[in-house]
Each structure stands twice: as C-alpha cells, then as structure tokens.
C-alpha cells in the first residue's frame, strides 16, 4: 500500500510506503533469487525428486510382496509415509542452505542493503516450499503409476497436500534454518539432521504398523509427530482402510495433533529464528 503526500512548496508527491508492503517485496525478492539458484544448478532439483522416486519404487515393488497390513493394500498404506518422509527430509535445504549462506559470506553481503532482517528468511523458507510442491506432485504421479489410489473427496485431498504436507514442511523449514545458522558449518547440519530424522521417519508408521515392531519402538512410533503426519495424511487421502489405529490421543486424532505442531513451530521458531538471524547479521 502507498500513500501521496504532497510538501509545501513543491509540487512532485512524495511516496509513503507501506512497511508491510516493503516486508512482503524483501521476500519476494530473496524468494526469486533462490529459486533462479535452483533453476541454474537443476542437479539440486533432479536429486530432490530422485530420492522419493526411490523409495516409492524400492518399498512397493521390492519389499511390497514381503509386508503384509492388516485391513489394507501396501502401496496405499506406504504413500503416505513417503509423502511425509520427503517434506520432512526437504526441510533440511533452508537449514543447509542458512549454513552455506554463512560460510560463504553471503549474509555479510545482505547486511549492507536496505532490507527487511526476515527477508532472508522468508525467502529461504518459501522457495524450499516450492521445492517441496514440486516434489510431491512428480511422487504422486509416481504413485499413482504403482497403483496408489485416492479414495477420498477433492477437499479433504487438497486439505492433506496443501494444510497438512506443504504447511508442516514450511513450519519444519523454519526450525531447520535456525539449526543452520546455529552450526559452523554445513556438514554438521546435514549429518546432524540425517541422524535426528532417520530415526524419525523409520520408528514411525511409515513404512510398517507400530503394532509390529517391539515395545520401546511400538511406544516411540506411536508418540513420534511424523507418526501424526503420516496417519493424517492417510485419513485425508482414504487410505486407511480398515487397518486399526493404535488407542493413542495422538493417533486417534491425528489432524488436530498436527495443526497443534504445525502451530508450535510457527509461533516459536520464527520469531527465534529472526533473532537469532539479527544477531548475526549486526555483527
């Protein structure tokens, strides 16, 4: 939004605007520039599809005929997971990228032009939710190639791609990119991130029910939050079946537990991860 104000004695407008207005085009400046990045390196995007691919192939074709759920078919039991895993797993570029940013330099450069301190940000945040976008569809083309199927309204579809996957990966994003800039290097963030959600992603219900695995795994798969993202994801997808749900709050309603975290994360880690950014930028 802008305002004319016109001076005593001079007849050209003097143009207010406003600071949000500024704060939204700091943004979408930062959020271009990454995204020409990926356009020119597109080895970052084939890599970012390539992995998911892999697991849908790897789980449905070579282990599908070994894993048996109860109430359902396979393939429709294990897209949910992989939704979950790779918008989990595609966070970890705004951490990453944070931490290259730094040692590269690039954040002392940012710091001497007139910019809003979030933008950087916000930009990073938004273009991996591009890049995530863009993974989910080409995985469920992929899956729909191996059979998965939809069996629920239009609604509830865009409500589990769109407010569940897309949103909790921008919100994961943003703790992700205060990791990065709290590491001296990328390496670290990328090992450290690898090593916190593999465990994540695999001691779930993902792949497997938490039913089968051993009681300390059972008890942590079914209070894990990619637990709650996977099976709400399945709930809004229709692909539940009559596979039982473990007796749990958390499971029995899994999208209220995950727009909780979806809110935690917004409302903590963006104002940390602001700070922490402004911290650094004015040294």
Known sequence: ???????????????????????????????????????????????????????????????????????????????????????VFGATFSGSAMAQDLKEGLIDRFRTLPMSSSAVLVGRTNSDLVLNTISMVIMMLTGLLVGWRVNSSPLEFLAGVALLLLLFSYSFSWVMALLGMSVK?????????????FPLTFISNAFVPSDTLPLVL???????????????????????????????????????????GIAVMLVV???????????????
């Not at 400046?29 to 849908?56: C, E, G, H, W, Y």
Request: aromatic fraction near 12%.
């Open 1 to 87: 939004m802008t305002a004319v104000v016109t001076t005593p004695g001079r007849q050209l407008p003097v143009v207010v605007t406003s600071p949000v207005a500024v704060w939204f085009e700091d943004g979408w400046t930062v959020t271009k520039r990454n995204l020409i990045k990926i356009k020119r390196s597109p080895d970052m995007l084939v890599f970012a599809v390539l992995q998911p691919i892999m697991f849908v192939l790897l789980f449905s074709q070579v282990y599908g005929g070994a894993i048996a759920v109860q109430g359902t078919d396979y393939t429709q039991f294990l897209m949910a997971g992989i939704f979950a895993q790779t918008v």
């Open 185 to 197: 290097t990328p390496e670290v963030i990328n090992n450290a991130s690898f090593m916190i959600l």
């Open 218 to 260: 059972r008890v942590f798969a079914e209070w894990n939050p990619v637990s709650s993202l996977v099976q709400a994801a399945r709930e809004l997808f229709g692909n539940v079946g009559s596979a039982p749900v473990p007796d749990i709050w958390t499971m029995q309603h899994p999208i209220t537990t995950v727009l909780i």
């Open 269 to 283: 880690f963006v104002p940390w991860a602001v700070n922490k950014y402004t911290r650094i930028s004015s040294k």
